[in-house]
C-alpha cells in the first residue's frame, strides 16, 4: 500500500513552488519516528530531501535541496556509514597527496592539456 503523501510539508517545491505530483515523492528510509523523503520537482527539476521526525508534540522537519535522484537517494540511503578510520584516511590521503590529486584532476579535465 502506497504511503500517503506527508501533508502539508511535502506539497510544493521550495524553489519554485510548483505544485508536486504524489509520484514525485517517495519514501526513502524510516527509523524510529524519522523518515527521510525524497521529491523531484517536474517543473525545475530541483530535488529535495527532508528529513521528517513525529514525536509526541508533532512533527519536526529539516529539508535539504539536492541535485540526487531519487534512485541516489536510495542508494545512499542503504550504504554502509563511513567510520572515524575512513575519515581519517581522507583527510591523511587529501594532506599527504593533494598535489598529486589535483594534478590527475585538471588532467582529467583537461586543463593541463
Ligand atoms: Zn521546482
Sequence with gaps: MPE???YPLMTHCPL???LYAQEDVKLVAQKEGVKLYHSACGSCGH???AYLLET???ISSLGL???ASGADALRLA???NIGSDECIQAHRLLT???RDLCR???DISGKLA
Excluded: F, R
Aim: net charge neutral; aromatic share 4%.
Design 65 to 67: 535541496v539536492t541535485d
Design 16 to 18: 519554485c513552488h510548483a
Design 78 to 80: 542503504q550504504a554502509k
Design 96 to 98: 599527504e597527496h593533494s
Design 104 to 106: 590527475q584532476w585538471l
Design 56 to 58: 509526541h508534540g508533532g
Design 47 to 49: 530535488g529535495l530531501l
Design 4 to 6: 500517503k503523501q506527508p
